[in-house]
């Protein structure tokens, strides 16, 4: 095992501005100058207010937005991968592999049955459709998702239902980076436990974690380190030692 | 952990192709690279060229200048030429290349009837690739037009029933399995959804995504809906005016456009 | 054998002229060089309207010797009004000698029948053929049957037969039913009975094809493979019949249903004329 002292993902003077063509050309600078490591097993939970780029910063690093400088790398054992200049269609096996993502909201793909939509990762992997059944069915037990709903398309499921689904389907895969972008925002008491279980789990087998929580106690309880983002400059400052933790840096 | 083998094998490779009706009419100068297990999607509105560069990559219409390189997993046959068994598809004969479209590749039409033959019955469209390829063996070609049948979301019992007995999205569905039953090495759509109700769309559209997942497709999606290249491609190709003026992960290309026109489109879309 | 007194005067021999037989024959030539293959022709006119045989009659006409000896029949038959015609045609502008018997003649001109008594080397069988394209039913284009046939793009004829056992549980073709020559092109027999379709196979005599309306010849030389399209589990089979021919007794031939009477009353018999009566005679 990759020893705790040694990053799995580091970025380094990340810049990203956005460019609007329809508002004769403004830039939109939302990130200047972050850096931030991430070792193997730990959780950084990124704080600052809304509207800060925490999002954004996830979203680069899951390849859905461009880097507009400064670099991003994962550390492997032999050899580092930078993310910023990768070719489009490296990014496929890297979200099936190594970055899973747990967004805000389910992108729901019509007519698909909540089991299925967890499952896919794992199908995408090549694993057997009922290995991957089982699974899927596990996680949706733990996250509390009536069985009923189960074989039904998650398009008309609560708010709650279908962040269960969504989170079932970020942490089946066992991804080594994951990238959770307020996984327990409209969760109650008891799942967000089962959650806060997942996140420790995936810790302990040496998953990198990269959060956002609005929620302090959640935060307070899963997070390794906080790394507080600044307006304009995001994250000016590597990251400063959560409240009652001790920070591993 | 390792570092993750990023490399995909390109299954099909375009160079510069060209095919100009008049200025801005048609495509110019295109590079296109589809690697294995891939959905490309082409989009873009309508004469942007999408459709004609579908129409060059697929061995329709040469092209008036570049090449279409073909890269088949097993190097097959006399006419295989050329470094790593690559094939020129417009440098190969006719008849080998017109044997690829009927053997190796598939094409699905927006216009199921463009696709099927109407005269006769579900299982003989869905068995009529078996039959090319050489199946004899009546009762397997109707088993396998069943399963078929089911895989599509057809009631497998209207084997024998016309094409025109169904509704259009059924015809798309049979057509789809029509294309798919020799299991095609690579398979073009233009847009396969277009002409059909929403709702039935979307049983399209997820019917497709396990498709193409369960077989492996490699696949190039033409369509100028953005909404179905989200959920069908891994990347896209934005086309205007015959170029191409943006390229990359479809997330990335629909989350953080980065040319005028690409902002411009994705703007547009009414998001419900 | 008969040989006509009355040879009308005024025509070539064999009505056409000198060009175009040697025209047809040139197209006979490579036909045979390619079984199968259609080979286009500059049909001509004939004193005749399309459908009756014309162009069989335009091969006849480019192949016919003055000492041959020529037998026309019509669903197997030598008295009916068709067969009777050409004959008569043909003794008129040719004055060549005639016949019924199958085993005397030197050129058989044949419209849906291959007669029972096979082929000897030498003997030529000259079909009258409607449609050449045996692709036709499914792709209308011409340009694009060629092209199918250059590239032997032939899963469609499958298709049809298919679709026959699906309809019916059998293959229900039961005449014009597809046949591959020498394992390469597929071809249309012309509307003979399946019946009739083994005895393409390795025939002793040459069989010429001729599509008057469509301008196509093709051929069958000697000697040739012709195989029936099927499927494994439902091979080619030929008709069977549960009694003899009533006329001859035969058992192996291809019969035709008669009506005798008004109240349903009917009988079948040999359609070959020439082979029931020979048979008959024999018995006699």
Known sequence: MTSLTQPFLSVDALHKAFVLHGQDGMTLEVMRDLHLTLSPGECLVLSGPSGIGKSTLLKMLHGSYRVTGGTLRLHFEDGELSLGDLPAHAWHTLRRDVIGYVSQFLRVIPRVPAVEVVMEPLLARGVDTADARVRAETLLARLNLPERLWRLPPGTFSGGEQQRVNIARGFIAEHPLLLLDEPTASLDAANREVVIELIHEAKARGAALLGIFHDEEVRDRVADRLLPLTPHMGAALEAAPSAGKEGVS | ?272 | MSRSAATASGYNFAYLDEQTKRMIRRGLLKAVAIPGYQVPFGGREMPMPYGWGTGGMQLTASVLGQDDVLKVIDQGADDTTNAVSIRAFFERVAGVATTTATAEADVIQTRHRIPEQPLRRGQLLVFQVPIPEPLRFIEPSEEETRLMHALEEYGVMHVKLYEDIARHGHIATTYAYPVKVDGRYVTDPSPIPKFDNPKLHMAEGLMLFGAGREKRLYAIPPYTRVESLDFEDHPFEVQQWEAPCEICGARDTFLDEVITDDRGGRMFVCSDTDYCQSRVEEVA
């Open chain 2, 1 to 272: 952990m390792k570092r993750p083998d990023l490399n995909r094998a390109t299954l099909l490779e375009a160079r510069g192709v060209s095919r100009l009706y008049g200025p801005g009419k048609g495509c110019e100068s295109i590079d296109v690279r589809l690697h294995r297990g891939e959905v490309l999607g082409i989009v873009g509105e309508s004469g942007s060229g999408k459709s004609t560069l579908l129409r060059l990559l697929s061995g329709m219409e040469r092209p008036d200048a570049g090449q279409v390189i073909y890269r088949p997993a097993v190097a097959q046959g006399r006419d295989t030429v050329g470094r790593e068994g690559e094939l020129d598809l417009y440098a190969i004969g006719e008849a080998r290349r017109r044997a690829l479209l009927r053997m190796e590749w598939g094409l699905v039409h927006q216009n199921p009837r463009d696709g099927l033959r109407l005269g006769v019955s579900a299982g003989a469209n869905i068995g009529e690739r078996l039959m090319a390829l050489g199946e004899r063996h009546y009762s397997q070609i109707r088993a396998v037009g069943q399963d078929w049948m089911s895989r599509v979301e057809l009631d497998s019992r209207r084997i024998d029933d016309a094409p025109q007995t169904f509704s259009g999205g059924m015809q798309q569905r049979l057509q789809i399995a029509r294309t798919l039953v020799t299991r095609p090495n690579l398979v073009f759509m233009d847009e396969p959804t277009g002409g059909l109700d929403v709702s039935v769309q979307a049983r399209l559209l997820d019917m497709l995504r396990t498709l193409v997942r369960e077989l492996g497709l490699s696949v190039i999606l033409v369509t100028h809906d953005l909404a179905v290249a989200r959920l069908l491609s891994h990347r896209l190709m934005v086309m205007r005016r015959g170029q191409v003026v943006e390229a990359g992960l479809t997330d990335q290309i629909l989350d953080d456009p980065q040319h005028a026109y690409t902002q411009l489109l994705v703007s547009s879309v009414l998001t419900p």
